[in-house]
């Protein structure tokens, strides 16, 4: 894996020398609630993001960060290449462990990263993205390696002065997954042990995610403007939905 990202990142400063100056730009989003692939992630939240782009390259790093010490740190590296809408790229997905909050440990049972791929084509009038963690924590309940996956459709489209953002997502196979404990009480009052499995997507096929979400820019001078959004994000095979809104400054 180490191997495979220092080739990657050792194309881009001969592709940059050879190509036009690289566009960078920083995203800086505060949100109500941190939902992602119909996972349920936090409550109020801060997600900052920097990235570079040139000739279908980009190189961006984003994270999230609650308001209280309850909320784990988050930060997620991706290397992506588009040519005329063939999509690739990899993540370093990593987030902080309660018992151990060091981010250079990458032993696959004990670190917070996960390693994914993706491939997708994407036009003017969408996108269809598969995802699948390869490497990382990412285990089924088993013990044996999940290969986690999730495949997106994404429908743009603009409606009474809003850009509209429809996505469907899901989950073809059993994802990671664990089985959790906590002290519960029975009918007379006395202490007992309960647990449940708690799965990353699901525990087999089923739709994970729906969402819809709406956008206002509104522009800040010549680089820079403030989307402001509302998303209805729901997870049917959950039967969970939320409600959740935004604002960032972001660059052109």
Request: glycine share 10%; proline share 4%.
């Amino acid at each position: 894996m180490k191997k495979l990202l220092s080739a990657l990142l050792a194309i881009l400063p001969l592709t940059t020398m050879a190509q036009d100056k690289p566009k960078p730009y920083i995203d800086a989003a505060l949100v109500s609630h941190y939902m992602w692939r119909g996972q349920d992630l936090g409550n109020v939240c801060f997600q900052p993001e920097i990235g570079i782009g040139w000739k279908g390259f980009e190189l961006s790093a984003e994270g999230s960060t609650g308001f209280t010490r309850n909320e784990f740190e988050e930060l997620d590296i991706h290397l992506t290449y588009n040519y005329k809408g063939l999509l690739v790229g990899l993540s370093d997905m990593w987030v902080e462990d309660a018992t151990d909050s060091r981010y250079f440990v990458y032993r696959s049972k004990e670190t917070g990263h996960t390693f994914e791929g993706k491939i997708g084509y994407g036009c003017d009038y969408g996108s269809l993205t598969w995802h699948t963690i390869f490497a990382g924590n990412d285990f089924r309940v088993d013990g044996k390696r999940a290969y986690s996956t999730f495949i997106e459709l994404a429908i743009p489209f603009k409606f009474f002065d809003l850009d509209w953002d429809f996505r469907t997502g899901l989950c073809p196979w059993e994802s990671s997954g664990a089985v959790l404990y906590y002290e519960d009480h029975d009918d007379k009052g006395n202490e007992i042990t309960s647990n449940y499995t708690a799965y990353s997507y699901n525990s087999g096929f089923g739709i994970n995610m729906i969402s819809l979400r709406a956008t206002k820019n509104f522009p800040l001078g010549k680089n820079w403007k403030l989307p402001v959004f509302v998303e209805l994000h729901t997870n049917p095979a959950a039967g969970s939905a939320r409600i959740l809104m935004g604002i960032s400054l972001a660059t052109f």
